[in-house]
Structures are given as C-alpha cells and as structure tokens.
C-alpha cells in the first residue's frame, strides 16, 4: 500500500508540474514554420514577445481572461490537493479514505475542463497555419492524470 500511495503522490507531483508549465509558458499554439508561438499571456514572432490583448480581438478578451483564471484556479486547487494530501496522510485514522483530497483533485479537473475548452472552442482552430504546441498538449494530459488523480484519492484507503 505504501508503494500505491508514493506512486499516486508521485503522479500528484508531476501533475502539478505540468500545470505550472502549461500554464506560464506561450507555446499553446505554433506556426507551421515555427516563428511564432501563442499561448494564454504572451504572442511570440521571431522571438519578440508582446501580450496576448494585442494580438486577439476585441471580442475574445473575456474568453482569453476566462482561461488564464482557470488554469490558475487548477493550479490552486492542484496544490492544495497536495497539501491536504500530505496532511491526510498524517492525520487520519487507519482505513479512513481521502476525500477532501479527492474532492480537491476534482475541483482541479474541472477547472483544467473549463479553461481548455474554451480555447479549443475559441482559438485553437482560428488559422490552419497553426498546430497544437506542447502546452496544449500538456493541459489535456493533465486534465486526464487530474480526473484519474481524484477518482483514485476517493477509493484509496490509509493502512
């Protein structure tokens, strides 16, 4: 049991990792070419980077505001989830399950769900001249280890 439990806060800590990434790096979308990158802050062309604002229209500033809140809130809600792990881990009594943990790690699911939808339905297929980069990628791999994550804190039980 203690080999599951190193496993899935192991997995906890790459998830985290991956957020993190995800979310402060620009490279959500990338030219065909590889000049120029976007992600949820920054526009990259050549290596000058400007804000998002200026590059995005008008009527996209709420929809690209709507995912950087997200991806903050599963970062928040990520590391929060490891917290009360760690701290679960030492505080409750044997045969007990991890349902705060679980219930965070869900939290952070769906706040990983709403924020890439949006971009998915709002600018990942604006121009064909664009691919999905690495941190696109990376959210939706972290929205899978997250839901996986959650499920498993609410079955797990302390020995």
Known sequence: MLVVLAAVFVVHIATTVMLFV??????????????????????????TCTSIFEAISQNNY???????????????????ALVAFIAQLFTLGKGCRFYITGALMLFCWLCILIAVSIYTARFANSSPDFYHAYCFILTWICFCLSFILGILYMVLRKK
């Open 22 to 47: 995800a979310t402060i790096s620009n490279v959500w979308l990338k030219n065909l070419n590889g000049v120029q990158s976007q992600g949820l802050w920054m526009i990259c062309n050549s290596g």
């Open 62 to 80: 709420a929809s690209m505001r709507a995912i950087e809140a997200f991806m903050i809130l599963a970062i928040i809600f990520c590391c929060f």
